[in-house]
């Protein structure tokens, strides 16, 4: 296997783990969207969207990541979530 072939290989990897941590991620949101209802609490809570935002940030400057593309990835996993939390399964 030549060098491109190898390094595609190990994205194609890292790919796979990430479709596995979203599903993960939206499976966990479905639980708290339930437990939400449970306790009559809000679907959205901007001061906990807050905190994930700043605290992947941080994690992202820390290992000398991309924070603005972290930020823009978790906002869209945020939005992701709230939509899994605001679905009604009754209605499927």
Known sequence: MDELSRLRA??????????I???????KAREIGAAKAA?????RDP????IVIEGVRAQA???????DLTQEVFTMLIHGALRVQNHDPSKD
């Open 10 to 19: 190990e994205l194609d990897v890292i790919d796979s783990e990430i479709v």
């Open 21 to 27: 941590a979203i599903g993960a991620r939206l499976a």
């Open 39 to 43: 306790l009559g609490s809000v679907v």
């Open 47 to 50: 001061a906990r969207e807050r």
């Open 61 to 67: 400057e820390e290992i000398g990541s991309n924070a």
